[in-house]
């Protein structure tokens, strides 16, 4: 089973947008929470959003308004919509899974905002 970034990060201006994605594949039985953690320079990692398998959405308050996040369970794809970025958003982006009972995790994305 794999659980792998489709469509990654970049570098952008403040105020700009990008959009990642992970999938999974392989054998499937199951996907709960989907979500995506970031990890800044000499900081924890830390939870960005997730969405449960029936849709309920946490996100944390630094990026409510600004970010969404989504799935699509015919693909096993979560994807997370960054509008409005910020510097402060700049880390590596990480998505998780909890699959066939287990969790995933994705290699993790650069995403770097210049001011």
């Known amino acids: 089973l794999r659980f792998s970034c489709r469509r990654g990060g970049g570098v952008v201006q403040a105020g700009g947008s990008l959009r990642l994605s992970c999938a999974a594949s392989?054998?499937?039985?199951?996907?709960?929470?989907m979500g995506w953690y970031r990890q800044a320079p000499g900081k924890q990692r830390e939870l960005v959003a997730r969405i449960s398998s029936d849709g309920i959405i946490n996100i944390v308050d630094s990026v409510k308004g600004r970010f969404t996040i989504s799935r699509d369970s015919a693909k096993n794809t979560v994807y997370l919509r960054m509008n409005r970025l910020k510097p402060e958003d700049t880390a590596v982006y990480f998505c998780n899974g909890y699959i066939n009972g287990a969790n995933y995790w994705g290699k993790g994305t650069q995403v770097t905002v210049s001011s």
């Open positions: 392989g054998i499937i039985v199951s996907i709960s929470t």
